[in-house]
């Protein structure tokens, strides 16, 4: 069965800068290389002058068949529809009680001010995190948040700050990462 794989949005920069290619360093036969439904709000709004990173992660993304993974739920009428996080039926598949848990513990009342992605403070983070209890996460995210909490609380999140002291592929990095612990 492959492993689950579900990309930071921090982690783009990250393959571009290095030339790595997922196709080849996350075989499918492996890996399913995942985004959360979050994720997507975050790549639009990525400024004109990183026009390469957008083109590098849409052209991942389609050649690589990563695929949009969202929550079931119904729809949010304070939402349009292009900005509805969850997804209904036959789109989004069931929350676990323990990621359900986690994003309880995380979540404080969605308020404040909107980011230019069009989601609130950690909005992102909080469910990336809560996959991390039966996926890998891939992040560069050590600071103190949902990421790292879910880290300490025996997550499956997998810190790239390391990777290019290691003479490992990214695949080989991830299996020695999740096995150390």
């Known amino acids: 069965m492959a492993t689950s794989v579900y990309i930071d949005n921090n982690v783009w920069d990250f393959l571009l800068e290095r030339g790595l290619d997922l196709a080849v360093e996350l075989p499918s036969e492996e890996f399913c290389v995942c985004i959360t439904r979050e994720?997507?709000?975050e790549i639009p709004p990525i400024p004109s002058d990183k026009s390469e990173l957008k083109a590098f992660i849409n052209e991942t993304i389609a050649r690589c068949g990563i695929l949009t993974e969202s929550y079931f739920g119904f729809y949010d009428d304070s939402l349009?529809?292009?900005e509805q996080r969850m997804r209904g039926f036959d789109g989004g598949?069931?929350?676990t009680r323990e990621e359900e848990a986690f994003?309880?513990?995380?979540?404080?009342p969605l308020s404040g001010k909107k980011s230019t992605t069009g989601l609130y403070k950690d909005e992102a983070d909080i469910p990336l995190a809560a996959r991390?209890?039966?996926s890998v996460v891939l992040s560069l995210d050590s600071k103190t948040g949902p990421i790292n909490t879910a880290y300490r609380q025996g997550g499956k999140?997998?810190?790239l700050a390391d990777f290019d002291i290691n003479n490992l592929t990214l695949s080989d990095f991830i299996k020695a990462d999740i096995h150390s612990k």
């Open 39 to 41: 994720a997507e709000f």
């Open 80 to 82: 349009p529809q292009k």
């Open 93 to 95: 598949r069931f929350i």
């Open 103 to 108: 994003m309880n513990q995380q979540r404080s």
């Open 132 to 134: 991390s209890f039966h």
């Open 157 to 159: 999140v997998v810190f």
